[in-house]
């Protein structure tokens, strides 16, 4: 008696079959679409470096500032003292220019706001701050020279802003440096020099001011895709 084994089909599913074909499909279309978008960067962003240290301190007009009054405008910052002088590096000329740039810009309600924190508070009263605030024709609705409690100084540009300075035989000791923070209190640049190209300042405050009138609605996935995909500006 001979006996014969039939294999048996597997039953084929075209609904499973299809289903790949789509996904496969939606796969290539999203890796075109993401491809392009990082070469062609229709949306540049700046990082998001990290959340900025919080403060409460006095400017110029003896008028309490925190890093909440700045919070939904967008603020540069510089470290320096009143008596920076002679090799001691000058950052606040540069910020003055930075201040005619700023009034020039228009950032349709978007408030940016100049920060100059001193390092030497224990001798920069806020009566010396108004008069270095003098010295550069500083507006004081845009541009705030800010003293305080020298512990909470040191604690926001050594700790927070992660800027070194230090009181020697011979004078204060600093690493020059500048600061932008976008209105949520995120630090998105760092420029780490006396001396920053201007223009380029100028650029990213006005990238920050597009983001924040723009990153709404179906513009915001844009935004997010542009932070995901990291396209900076060159």
């Known amino acids: 008696m001979t006996t014969t084994t039939q294999k048996r089909k597997r039953?084929?599913?075209p609904e499973i079959a299809l289903v790949w074909r789509i996904i496969i499909g939606i796969v290539l279309v999203i890796t075109i679409l993401l491809g392009g978008f990082t070469t062609i960067k229709p949306v540049v962003v700046l990082p998001r470096i990290g959340l900025?240290?919080?403060?409460?301190?006095?400017?110029?007009?003896?008028e309490q500032i925190s890093n909440e009054h700045l919070r939904g405008g967008i603020a540069l910052y510089n470290f320096t003292y009143a008596d920076c002088d002679g090799d001691c590096p000058q950052t606040s000329p540069l910020m003055a220019q930075v201040q005619e740039g700023v009034l020039a810009l228009e950032t349709n309600g978007i408030p940016v706001h100049l920060v100059t924190m001193t390092i030497d508070p224990e001798n920069d009263s806020v009566e010396k701050m108004a008069a270095y605030a003098d010295q550069f024709n500083a507006d004081p609705e845009v541009w705030h020279f800010v003293t305080g409690n020298p512990v909470q100084i040191k604690s926001v540009?050594?700790?927070g802003f992660s800027t070194y300075y230090s009181q020697k035989e011979d004078g204060i000791v600093f690493d020059p440096?500048?600061?932008?923070?976008d209105g949520n209190g995120i630090l998105r640049a760092e420029y780490r020099t006396a001396v920053p190209d201007t223009d380029i300042l100028l650029?990213?405050?006005n990238l920050l001011v597009e983001e924040a009138h723009n990153s709404v609605g179906a513009q915001k996935l844009a935004y997010e895709a542009a932070h995901l995909f990291l396209c900076y500006p060159d």
């Open 11 to 13: 039953p084929f599913f």
């Open 52 to 62: 900025a240290p919080g403060f409460n301190l006095v400017d110029q007009a003896d």
């Open 157 to 159: 540009i050594g700790g």
């Open 177 to 181: 440096a500048f600061m932008l923070v």
């Open 203 to 205: 650029r990213d405050i």
